[in-house]
T-cell receptor, first 113, second 113 residues
Framework: DTGVSQNPRHKITKRGQNVTFRCDPI?????LYWYRQTLGQGPEFLTY????????KSRLLSDRFSAERPKGSFSTLEIQRTEQGDSAMYLC???????????FGSGTRLTVV | QQQVKQSPQSLIVQKGGISIINCAYE??????FPWYQQFPGKGPALLIA?????SEKKEGRFTISFNKSAKQFSLHIMDSQPGDSATYFC????????????FGSGTRLSIRP
């Protein structure tokens, strides 16, 4: 499979719990992006990695959110002390470099109850 | 601040008709304008993209028209088919920077048989 893989596909959690999502990009892509998409809206940028370096973070990414990309391969996005407003689709995308568009994964749908 | 404005929010077109979705951008530093197609439960998929040095790009039934002076661009879907029913997002980015893509709010397109 040469696509972007995200796990889990769905996550239901209670408010206040911590959750972690995983993204496996296309192997030769050195750029990895996290976006959040709420119902009826376009994806909103959260953060960006080039290899293992996190180069940009959106102001949307509060201190409860943290992302890592150890060794420049897979990435994880953790949300601590989840709130109902965190309910959304979390999308991961990767690209080879600036000359190419993104390839998105199918996303992780988070529901906070 | 909405950097990419998209309209209409929803669109219904008869099979065989032309679907037209419009976008406007504010940042003149943008130099890459992709369109993404998203089906329910899936991540967005790159459909077609244009750079501002050309006024039109065509790929099959999909055409982007670009007006640099007006800071507007549009997607035309010719001979629209029921399988084209999806949500479409225009987007923009600065390829010289981190290539963070800014998305519009989306257009839900329904093609009636």
């Amino acid at each position: 499979d040469t696509g972007v893989s995200q796990n889990p596909r769905h996550k239901i959690t209670k408010r206040g719990q911590n959750v972690t999502f995983r993204c496996d990009p296309i192997s030769e892509h050195n750029r990895l992006y996290w976006y959040r998409q709420t119902l009826g809206q376009g994806p909103e940028f959260l953060t960006y990695f080039q290899n293992e370096a996190q180069l940009e973070k959106s102001r949307l990414l509060s201190d409860r959110f943290s992302a890592e990309r150890p060794k420049g391969s897979f990435s994880t996005l953790e949300i601590q002390r989840t709130e109902q407003g965190d309910s959304a689709m979390y999308l991961c995308a990767s690209s080879r470099d600036a000359s190419y568009g993104y390839t998105f994964g199918s996303g992780t749908r988070l529901t906070v109850v | 601040q909405q950097q990419v404005k998209q309209s209409p929010q929803s669109l219904i077109v008869q099979k065989g008709g032309i679907s037209i979705i419009n976008c406007a951008y504010e940042n003149t530093a943008f130099d890459y304008f992709p369109w993404y197609q998203q089906f329910p439960g899936k991540g967005p998929a790159l459909l077609i993209a244009i750079r501002p040095d050309v006024s039109e790009k065509k790929e099959g039934r999909f055409t982007i028209s670009f007006n640099k002076s007006a800071k507007q661009f549009s997607l035309h879907i010719m001979d629209s088919q029921p399988g084209d029913s999806a949500t479409y997002f225009c987007a923009a980015s600065r390829r010289s920077s981190a290539s963070k893509i800014i998305f519009g709010s989306g257009t839900r397109l329904s093609i009636r048989p």
